[in-house]
């Protein structure tokens, strides 16, 4: 009999951070895990993210058995909306949190769905066929992280999911006894989070960081400002605990703050009395040293709570001197020189500022570091090795961790997006398949491999800015009426930009004249492409530059008839 393997390829989270949705395909069926979207960085200007490209899951939607999602952060289920609109997903199973989020989203865009959901659970076991699948509770920056195991006739795939391990955590505590049964029952294959695989040693502990924080709230004379990520449940939770002990009012700021604290509240993921939290309206009432501020912006968001109270733009909270604020939080690469000048700002407010390292551990990521990794390898014991979820060179580091702790160096595979593998017999091959895996910019809400070119011309504008040039024409005369405009932004500084102005106005006469005088068949396509292109190269030439060029042809023999109004003339 043929056998036939199981094949396994990433659409997105090999070799980065983000977009994390790999795919496994077992006789007929379809396995999705995670849905993932990666946010912009700086340069891509006005996008809202990247997603993969879902082609190959929209032509075979009638195989897939469901998503699979291991946690609610973004990086994992960002891409859904996305994905169900183009392709029948069934079933989701996803952790309770993570539906909260999907369900919040889906109908804050109105999306309708006939979706069956499951929840996981640490004990859920489904079986699809030859297909099982289960899971392990992991503990991590969002409550209710889990770990995703498929096991059939060809051997067991285990996906860690994001994960730290937390001897002493604010919610649940470390579930060894799961990864050892999985070790025992002889792991093909692990995939497992290789964001802080460079970082030596320990990750802190929960325990640690909610200490440095309390100690602190007791110092403060006057308001509390505390920003962190909406979806730490757990620490936001001891953080309102605090202030409770502390006889402390609460208020949220910030879109995704009030909502994480209220999905926490519905689940029972803050289990607080009803009356410590305070409307926005009623902040007024409360001396300074009764309220804590819960707020979004760590990041330096322009838009967010904290960065309007640092401009003294918001319209409830005003930073005063003595006022005590803590980032909870690190900055996510890119994201450092917003926060610098946000956090210089603060300090010009006479507010007393408490950062992650700098004033003691106020914040840990829910990554495991190497000692952390060490420990998942030699409990899960792995024959082979896929680094997943960290950029290239975690992923060689955490090759290393994974070696050193008896995975043989010929199976550690560091993948790239597309690559088709197969499981067969308890061993894996790399096939020579590929799957198209480009990655889908998300402009507004539109994703589409259409707006890369959009991205590009922005990017264009962005480094070289642009120069608009209108001229009016008179077709009878075959002559140029009036001076022509000629407007640049971002491209001149304004001082030395009277010469090459009038150079360009130089050129562009000399070529559309030289055009309409001595040809018959121009048009205005032509006109526009021949000083395009004499516009690039002057730029080019004398500036090293590579403008966006826009130009509005007018003719006057069609102003002519453009009559004004009466009322206008009265
Ligand atoms: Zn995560
Ligand atoms: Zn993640």
Redesign the pocket.
Known sequence: MNKKGTRFFGLG?FQE??K?TAVIEHDDQIFIVDA?IQFANGSLTGIKGIIPDYQYLIDNEERIQGLFL??G?E??MGGIAYLIQNCNIKRIVAPSVGISYIKFKLDERKIKTNIEWIEIDKNLVLTFGDMKVDFWSAQ?SIPDAYGIRFTNRNGSMFFT??FRIDYTPIGSYPDFEKLEKIGQEDLTVLFS?S?NAMRPYHSPSEKDILKAIREYMEQAPKKIIITAFASNMSRISAIIKIAQEMNKKVVAFGRSMVNGINIARQLGYIDVDDSIFIDKKHVSKYDDNELLILTTGSQGEALAGLAKMAEGKHPQISIKHNDLIIFSSSPIPGNRIKIELLINDLYKLGANIKENKIDGYLHTS??AYQEEHRKIFELTKPTYFFPY?GEFRMSVVHGRTAEKAGVNPDNIVIASHGEVYEMLDRKIFKTNDKIVSNPIYIDGEIASAKNTKLINEREQLGENGFVYISLLIDKEKADIVGRTKIITRGTLYVKSSTDIISDIRRIVHGLVLFTIKNSNDWTSSKLKKYIQERVKSYFYKTKRRSPYVCISIQYLDDLKFVTIPKEVNA
């Open positions: 989270g951070i983000g994390s993932g291991t946690h952060h990086d994992h991590h999911g994001d989070d964001t829910g990554h979820h």
